[in-house]
């Protein structure tokens, strides 16, 4: 699972979302207007609601304290989006932290729109400084790519096949492991040696799952 410090066409179990992204260029504009004064949310105190959220969508997807009934898990998401939704609407996402974890809930929606939404708050995350905002700004990216059933970018997701096999989803080339370490992405043979070890906990989360729901991670 990805934590804050850390990580379909063949459809793929929707546990797979424990592995669950235009990049950072307004990051690093050098205009006189971007320059004026420290953005707003850089000092900003994180939301406590949205750490909460945060976390209950982390224990969603983590074996020990997963439900063994996806659907509930399912419902927990479009519940959490929906606050993240409001929060977002009253002002409440301030600090670059607290859009990390307004992009985490949203990179477990099940459309492109939820997903793309999470690449943009992550974007916003990694402008105002917050560095776990940097990977997940790649790993929405990479998701909504695969969406749209295209190759990922970064190397960042992961699929199950026809066999329940786990493997790297397809990543077309151009990305360099220096551009990726810029976002806090491993190298790509890094990302490839992780396979083995990512499948055993997909296992070990889907022992316990009861008919799992086919989706994208």
């Given amino acids: 699972m990805r934590s804050a410090n850390s990580m379909r066409v063949i459809p793929a179990p929707a546990w797979l979302c424990l592995f669950c992204a235009g990049l950072l260029a307004t990051c690093n504009s050098t205009s006189p207007r ?19 959220l945060y976390a209950a969508d982390q224990a ?24 993240v939704r409001q929060l ?30 999470a690449h943009e708050l992550a974007m916003i995350g990694a402008c105002l400084g917050d560095r776990d905002s940097r990977w997940l700004a790649a790993a929405s ?27 790297m989803y397809p990543t077309s080339a151009g990305v360099t492991d220096a551009m990726r370490s810029a976002l806090n992405v491993p190298a790509l043979s890094e990302a490839l040696a992780r396979e083995k070890e990512m499948q055993a906990q997909l296992e070990e989360l889907g022992k316990k799952m009861t008919a799992p729901k086919k989706e994208q991670p």
Avoid: C, I
């Avoid at 969603?60 to 606050?83: G, K």
């Avoid at 609407?89 to 477990?108: K, L």
């Fill in 141 to 167: 990216w990479d998701r909504m790519l695969m969406n749209l059933d295209r190759p990922q970018r970064f190397g960042t997701q992961y699929r199950s096949n026809s066999e329940g096999v786990l493997k």
């Fill in 88 to 117: 977002l609407d009253t002002g409440m996402v301030r600090s670059g932290h607290d859009y990390f974890h307004a992009a985490m809930v949203y990179q477990h929606a099940e459309g492109a729109d939820g997903v793309q939404l």
């Fill in 34 to 52: 971007a320059e004026q004064a420290p953005a707003p949310g850089d000092s900003a105190p994180d939301d406590p609601e949205l750490q909460a």
């Fill in 60 to 83: 969603d997807r983590t074996p020990q304290t997963a439900p063994s009934d996806w659907s509930l898990v399912n419902r927990n998401d479009l519940q959490r989006q929906a606050r």
